[in-house]
């Protein structure tokens, strides 16, 4: 008889232990959940903010670069009419598009737990993003590097194709931010 009270005994506190470790255990999966959505959740209002300050430094680049643009227009105009044209100069501004967030959200792995149509979309702004700037990178540097074109002709043309990609870039990054900003998760 006192064998089955040993037997009974040490399977109470066997039960007791495990279940005392499953619960800790349980409860710490859920602390490390909360924390991963709570990362989640920041991430993705930070990548938000940041898109519509992006959103805003582009549009005021696209309507300078739209100005810009007519102006180099009238200038290759005026020159087939062969009117001198002296002292004109036109100067490209651009912004910084930043992707702070986005990267900060990829090196904290807390795109691990958004929504895979959530990373999706911004995934490819951020792409959108980096190509734009690099093209805008490479304008830069040819113009820091190479001589100044003789042939001023030949140095609006080259400008003028530079501002139609960059303008129709530019929009398209516009109309990116737009479907991203409504998207049901970026909401609230």
């Not at 007519?70 to 910084?96: G, P, Q, Y």
């Not at 900060?104 to 990373?119: G, H, W």
């Given at each position: 008889?006192?064998?089955?009270?040993?037997?009974?005994?040490?399977?109470?506190?066997?039960?007791?232990?495990?279940?005392?470790?499953?619960?800790?255990?349980?409860?710490?999966?859920?602390?490390?959940?909360?924390?991963n959505s709570e990362l989640a959740d920041k991430s993705i209002e930070?990548?938000?903010?940041?898109?519509?300050?992006?959103?805003?430094?582009?549009?005021?680049?696209?309507?300078?670069?739209?100005?810009r643009l007519a102006t180099v227009d009238s200038l290759l105009l005026?020159?087939?009419?062969?009117?001198?044209?002296?002292?004109?100069?036109?100067?490209?501004?651009?912004?910084?598009?930043?992707?702070?967030?986005?990267?900060?959200?990829?090196?904290?792995?807390?795109?691990?737990?958004?929504?895979?149509?959530?990373?999706?979309?911004?995934?490819?702004?951020?792409?959108?993003?980096?190509?734009?700037?690099?093209?805008?990178?490479?304008?830069?540097?040819?113009?820091?590097?190479?001589?100044?074109?003789?042939?001023?002709?030949?140095?609006?043309?080259?400008?003028?194709?530079?501002?139609?990609?960059?303008?129709?870039?530019?929009?398209?990054?516009?109309?990116?931010?737009?479907?991203?900003?409504?998207?049901?998760?970026?909401?609230?």
């Amino acid at each position: 008889m006192k064998r089955k009270h040993f037997n009974k005994r040490v399977i109470f506190e066997f039960v007791s232990i495990t279940f005392a470790v499953f619960l800790g255990l349980m409860l710490n999966t859920w602390k490390e959940s909360n924390r991963n959505s709570e990362l989640a959740d920041k991430s993705i209002e930070n990548i938000k903010k940041e898109v519509v300050a992006n959103k805003k430094n582009v549009s005021e680049m696209l309507v300078e670069h739209e100005e810009r643009l007519a102006t180099v227009d009238s200038l290759l105009l005026e020159l087939e009419d062969s009117v001198k044209v002296k002292n004109r100069e036109v100067n490209i501004v651009f912004h910084f598009v930043n992707s702070t967030s986005w990267e900060t959200a990829k090196l904290t792995q807390a795109v691990a737990y958004m929504d895979l149509n959530f990373v999706t979309e911004v995934s490819g702004i951020y792409e959108a993003q980096d190509y734009y700037q690099g093209l805008v990178r490479i304008y830069a540097q040819q113009r820091m590097t190479t001589l100044s074109d003789d042939d001023e002709k030949k140095a609006l043309e080259k400008m003028q194709v530079f501002l139609y990609s960059i303008v129709w870039l530019e929009r398209n990054l516009i109309e990116s931010y737009d479907d991203f900003l409504k998207l049901p998760n970026v909401i609230g």
